[in-house]
């Protein structure tokens, strides 16, 4: 619930998109916050107050001169307890007008009036978009300090293709849990694995193991939210890339270490081996699929040690902040410390427990050189966010570029 207790106003503007809108109250508040609903006249064509105003559990408001609000200050009270106004969709005309600081509608008002954020999730046809009003506009409010959430680029209602579509609902959900997340890493370059890996023994075969790769995936999506620049080296799953996060698609852990040492290479400032890494690779694999009939019994398996990705990047002349995970069975606190100076790492986490593969909770336990400290038991998303923070305070404020 990563925007619990916000309360979020959303406005709505007079575009095909308006029809999302009634998904994104969902997602807001599936995401934990409360969402007043203000929309324009010309959104009402598109859909109805009464479908909001059921999603929402809230009187929506349309009218300037409403007077369901007692003062009649609608305009100022509809904004004062929200946490962020958001306009999604945002018509090109509805751009013009909060460029301009027009005042003729209830949500131009409002959105003149506040003193939260705004951020704007445009949806246009694309030339629309690229008509040098709209581009002016645009560029009005990003100096004015708006945020602009898209556009996204793709089919539009019109049968075009091109640049102006809104953003998905859960995509623009995921920019404001961003926006509202403390910038504990901003500035930083973060690398990390994440997921099984994949050993072939032929064609059609090969060795994996049980990790879903959901708490390497929370890991960078939490560093995302705080800031970074993300490169994200994942194994086999089918889990969706988290928004603004750049991802290699590897296989075994060869590839795994060239992926993570080529993306730690230029100025990575934290690396996070998050991956269960196969610890060894088959030197006999066929490049044929194996026949039972061809072999005749049962097939022999040489293998080999593959390489310790975490403690080769931890090896290198000037290495980054480098951070382990570990599962162990016993011993937890013993046999996670001589791991982490086996590995030569500042920061090793430890599940508690190894039935965590494929659950969306994980109970974490730190092991730094002071000693240990717990997370606690909480969903992975929940524990990526803590460890970002205690990553954040173990590292420091960045360098300024012209103090290097
Ligand atoms: N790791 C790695 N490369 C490997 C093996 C492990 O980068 N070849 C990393 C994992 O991503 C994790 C940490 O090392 O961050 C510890 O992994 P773990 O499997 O617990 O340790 P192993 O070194 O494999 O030791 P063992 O399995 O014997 O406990």
């Keep these: ?131 040098p009003a709209v581009e002016r506009n645009v560029a009005q409010l990003r100096q004015d300090g708006v945020t602009l959430l898209g556009p996204d680029s793709g089919d539009q209602a019109c049968g075009e293709i091109g640049l102006g579509r809104m953003l998905e609902p859960p995509a623009i959900v995921e920019e404001l849990v961003a926006f509202f997340a403390p910038r504990l890493l901003a500035g930083r370059r973060v690398v990390v694995t994440a997921g099984p890996t994949y050993e072939a023994i032929d064609p059609v075969r090969g060795i994996t193991n049980r990790s879903s790769g959901k708490m390497g995936f929370a890991v ?67 490049a044929r699929k194996l026949k039972k009939d061809e072999i005749g019994s049962t097939p022999e398996l040489a293998f080999a040690e593959n390489p310790d990705i975490l403690q080769t990047v931890a090896g290198l002349p000037n290495p980054p902040y480098c951070v382990g995970f570990a599962a162990e069975s016993e011993d937890l606190a013993r046999n996670g410390e001589s791991k982490r100076r086996r590995k030569g790492v500042p920061l090793l986490v430890a599940n508690i427990g190894h039935e965590t593969f494929g659950l969306d909770d994980n109970e974490l336990l730190l092991i730094d050189e002071q000693g240990t400290k717990p997370l606690g038991r909480a969903s992975k998303d929940e524990l990526a966010r803590l460890l970002v923070a205690e990553i954040a305070g173990r590292i420091g404020q960045p360098v300024a570029e012209d103090a290097k």
């Design 1 to 131: 619930m990563e925007l619990n207790k916000r309360h979020i106003v959303l406005g709505v503007t007079g575009g095909i998109a308006a029809y999302k809108a009634a998904e994104l109250v969902r997602e807001l508040q599936r995401a934990g916050a409360t969402v007043q609903v203000v929309m324009t006249r010309a959104a009402t064509h598109f859909v109805t107050p009464v479908t909001f105003q059921a999603l929402s559990a809230r009187p929506v408001f349309v009218d300037q001169w409403d007077d369901r609000i007692g003062n009649n200050m609608a305009h100022i009270e509809l904004s004062r307890s929200a946490d962020a106004i958001l306009i999604a969709p945002a018509s090109a005309d509805f751009i013009g007008k909060l460029a301009n600081g027009l005042c003729d509608d209830l949500l131009g008002t409002l959105c003149v009036a506040r003193e939260c954020p705004l951020l704007v999730a445009p949806a246009m046809n694309r030339q629309m978009w690229s008509n």
């Design 220 to 286: 960078a999506r939490a560093c995302r939210h705080a800031g970074a620049e993300v490169h994200l080296v994942a194994g086999p799953t089918a889990l969706p890339t988290p928004a603004g996060v750049t991802r290699s698609d590897v296989q075994s852990a060869r590839e795994m270490c060239d992926a993570a040492l080529g993306a730690c290479a230029p100025g990575c400032d934290i690396f996070i081996a998050v991956a269960a890494v196969a610890d060894w690779q088959v030197t006999n694999a066929s």
